[in-house]
């Protein structure tokens, strides 16, 4: 199942910048394995924004929310999820 996600971080400002910065390399190793497992197929900077837009491809709506859960910089995001489906005239079989 394929979904768009939009992400943005708020960067906090009540915990040591080090502290970030270890969560943000906690992500990025976190975001890496899962585009390897070729389940964060995409990502976009949104331009001049600490955001993003991501596809995701993961085997059911469970499955998203425990992987969103799982980012390291969670409770540091606003996230919106929109679920797609096969255009009817899309060329690409990889669309599901
Ligand atoms: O940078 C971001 O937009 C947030 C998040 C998504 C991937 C990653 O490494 O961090």
Known sequence: MLFQ???????PTH???AE???IKARE?????ELQKAGKWRHI???VGQYSNTSI???ESNA???DLLMGLPLYPFM???VIPLCRHPSSIHDDDR
């Open 44 to 46: 976009w900077r949104h």
């Open 78 to 80: 606003d996230i919106e």
């Open 15 to 17: 915990i040591p910048a």
């Open 56 to 58: 995701f491809d993961v």
């Open 63 to 65: 499955a998203l929310h």
């Open 28 to 32: 990025k190793a976190y975001f890496q």
């Open 20 to 22: 970030f910065d270890e």
């Open 5 to 11: 996600v939009h992400m943005h971080v708020n960067v």
